[in-house]
């Protein structure tokens, strides 16, 4: 992929499932990694995964929904990194439930890390991208966003309006050299997708049920994601801002 090399990438979620693959296929291509996570155990387990292949990273704890946090942790990523050119905002959780079967509390929860996590990431980072007249964001929402997805009416509202509100951000800073676009995963191997499986009851069920109907016959691995993910950030995406992209084996084919 083109001119990633030495760049300074933060990856939210990085301690997770798609954040870490992710993280370490940046580290690859040979750009600069902040592991940003709620779980400093987990961003330091991807980090020393990034320095034994000889990557750079750093690990931080950071929670999203905590304003004062993400300016220190960015800070800190500038102070050792140098200027952040690339922002994946992934961090995300669910809680699987026909929407009749949840609580006011839930959804609070569910919009803080879904959606204004991703608001505080974006307003602590345009500012330092507007004056560098440059920056690639990139946001990982979900193929619920795009045709919805039993028991998970929140979530998908939220990443539905982060497909919209990315969409608008687009628009706003395309003048300034940046772009916004977003990768839709659909169902994935990770410790979310578990969750999923066991909040729908019957997970076996459930898996042969997706495979059936995914065209390309599987459910996706976190490996499956970084392709696109990396690609946006390449200068082979200097010309697309405003796309969404789904990475889900075919399960949806949105125009
Ligand atoms: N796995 C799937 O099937 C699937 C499908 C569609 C979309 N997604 C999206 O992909 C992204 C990654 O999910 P994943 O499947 O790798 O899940 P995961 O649970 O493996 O990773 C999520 C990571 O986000 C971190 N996190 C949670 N709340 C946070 C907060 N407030 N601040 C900082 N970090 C926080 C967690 O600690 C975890 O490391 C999410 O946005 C998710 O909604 C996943």
Redesign the pocket.
């Known amino acids: 992929m083109r001119k990633l090399e030495g760049k300074t990438v933060v990856v939210?979620?990085?301690?997770?499932?798609?954040?870490?693959?992710t993280c370490r296929r940046f580290a690859a291509e040979g750009a600069r990694v902040a592991v940003?996570?709620?779980?400093l155990e987990?961003?330091l387990k991807v980090a020393d995964d990034i320095h034994e292949k000889g990557g750079r990273a750093l690990a931080l704890r950071?929670?999203?929904?905590?304003r004062a946090?993400v300016d220190t942790a960015l800070a800190q990523a500038e102070a050792e990194l140098g200027p952040v050119e690339v922002l994946v905002?992934?961090?995300?959780?669910?809680v699987f439930r026909p929407f009749t079967k949840t609580e006011p509390a839930q959804w609070a929860k569910l919009i803080?890390?879904?959606l204004t996590?991703a608001l505080h990431m974006h307003h602590a980072m345009l500012p330092r991208m507007v004056e560098r007249k440059r920056g690639r964001i990139i946001n990982?929402?979900?193929?619920?966003a795009r045709v919805g997805s039993s028991g998970e009416a929140v979530?998908a509202a939220c990443?539905g309006g982060l497909v919209a509100f990315s969409k608008t951000i687009a628009r706003e800073h395309a003048r300034h050299g940046i772009t916004v676009n977003v990768v839709?995963?659909?169902?994935?191997?990770?410790?979310?997708?578990a969750?999923?499986k066991e909040g729908a009851g019957n997970p076996e069920k459930l898996l042969e049920a997706f495979q059936r109907s995914i065209p390309l016959g599987r459910?996706?691995q976190?490996d499956d994601?970084p392709g696109a993910i990396v690609f946006f950030a390449s200068d082979d995406a200097g010309y697309i801002t405003g796309q969404v992209l789904s990475v889900?084996g075919g399960l949806t084919m949105a125009g």
């Open positions: 939210t979620g990085g301690g997770g499932g798609i954040g870490g693959a940003f996570d709620l779980s987990a961003a950071c929670d999203i929904t905590n946090e905002n992934n961090a995300g959780w669910d803080d890390i879904n996590g990982i929402a979900s193929d619920a979530y990443k839709c995963p659909g169902p994935t191997d990770t410790a979310l997708f969750e999923y459910i996706g976190p994601l889900s």
